[in-house]
């Protein structure tokens, strides 16, 4: 295993090692974004993050995009220049910061091509390329660190951006201390240093969040479907762009979960899922939603396409189901201190699969 390195600092950490549990194979499987002198409303807020969900694979140069930066360029300019807070503490109404990120956020879509490194988005013209699999990145009193290397912060933004990709994952600690963990194929967007009374951040991927407990400066995690406040927990985050579902375990501490119309309260335990316009609570046992963070996966009666898409962005290689393999149900757990093909191995003995490399580097899965 190469030893991971930032491109501009050079050599770091020893990369992270994961693989497969070893159980029997009855065990392994058991079944086959404040004023000028225009303010925007609330309404004007929401209709944007709605175009961000309805849109968010679309290039920010399109028309449509400049039709809409064009008819907010002058409120953008006083937001992007100052960052001040003035808003109770009390409701997730319309701040300068929330505003910021907003635009932020629209005109800084995720990165569509698929990169080998982690990045570090600190300005247009800083951009860290960090090669380790799961390196920790730091933002303190004395600036930003990766991997105890600390960074030029030259040209850095007000807002900064982890884009992490298939195949890797990362621990992010922002300026208050609170800390995420980071899955595979996750974008955040974070200030730098967060402003007066109001913590806020937007998630697109999956991350699992230890939050500072700070009751003068809630915390908001926007998602492209839903908002969620905290003052002090963990919990953990799953919001896909290329997936039409949100989902939201609570470990400790609570939550408020609020979509366009409507609001839940989360405590230990519950399950807040959005699908499709459909919002559910479950309290049941959330190990499968959280174990990530810790190399396992727990399974529970799953398709095998929905197996395969995990695992596809847990190793960063793309794997394809047959249909008629897809909705074979499987349960068991991993847990990846192997490498994929021994993990695929493990597939084969629970179900009636056979799996294969493709031409251009792809695995298939297909019935025996």
């Known amino acids: 295993m190469n030893k991971g390195k930032i491109s501009i600092e050079g050599s770091a950490d020893k990369l992270s090692e994961f693989g497969f549990e070893d159980i029997s194979r009855d065990e392994y499987f058991l079944e086959g974004l404040k004023n000028s002198q225009k303010q925007m409303s609330r ?6 993050w709605e175009r961000i969900a309805s849109q968010n694979n679309i ?29 109770s503490t009390e409701a997730p109404d319309t701040t300068l910061q929330e505003d910021g990120l907003l635009v932020f956020v629209m005109n800084n879509p995720k990165m569509e091509e698929q990169t080998s490194e982690i990045r570090l988005v600190l300005s247009n013209e800083n951009i860290v390329s960090i090669y380790e699999d799961n390196p920790t990145i730091s933002y303190g ?11 030029n912060q030259t040209n850095m933004a007000s807002f900064n951006q982890l884009v992490v990709p298939y195949g890797k994952r990362s621990e992010l600690i922002l300026s208050d201390s609170s800390k995420m963990w980071v899955n595979a194929g996750t974008r955040i967007v974070y200030p730098v240093v967060f402003q007066n009374h109001r913590r806020e951040i937007f998630v697109e991927g999956e991350v699992f969040l230890n939050i500072t ?20 927990t963990q919990f953990n985050v799953r919001a896909h762009s290329n997936e039409n579902e949100t989902v939201v375990a609570v470990v400790s501490g609570a939550v408020d979960v609020v979509s366009q119309n409507k609001k839940h309260r989360l405590e230990p335990n519950d399950i807040y899922v959005y699908s499709e316009g459909n919002e559910t609570v479950e309290n049941t046992d959330i190990d499968k939603h959280i174990s990530w963070k810790d190399g396992l996966f727990i399974i529970q009666s799953e398709r095998l396409d929905e197996i395969a898409k995990r695992l596809s962005r847990y190793y960063g290689v793309r794997i394809i189901c047959d249909p ?16 994929l093909e021994t993990v695929l191995d493990g597939i084969t003995y629970a179900a009636p699969v056979v799996w294969s490399y493709d031409e251009d580097g792809s695995i298939k899965i297909k019935p025996k």
Not at 141 to 151: H, I, N, R, Y
Not at 324 to 339: D, I, Q, Y
């Open 141 to 151: 009193a004395e600036g930003v660190t990766v991997s105890d290397k600390m960074l």
């Open 43 to 48: 309404r004007e807020i929401d209709g944007l």
């Open 324 to 339: 008629t393999a897809a909705p074979m149900k499987c349960s068991g757990r991993l847990v990846l201190s192997e490498n």
């Open 59 to 87: 290039p920010v140069r399109r028309p449509m995009y400049r039709y809409w930066i064009a008819a907010i360029a002058g409120v953008a300019a006083c937001i992007l220049l100052v960052l001040k807070i003035s808003t």
């Open 213 to 232: 407990a700070d009751t003068q400066k809630p915390f908001f995690v926007k998602t492209h479907h839903v908002t969620i406040q905290v003052v002090g």
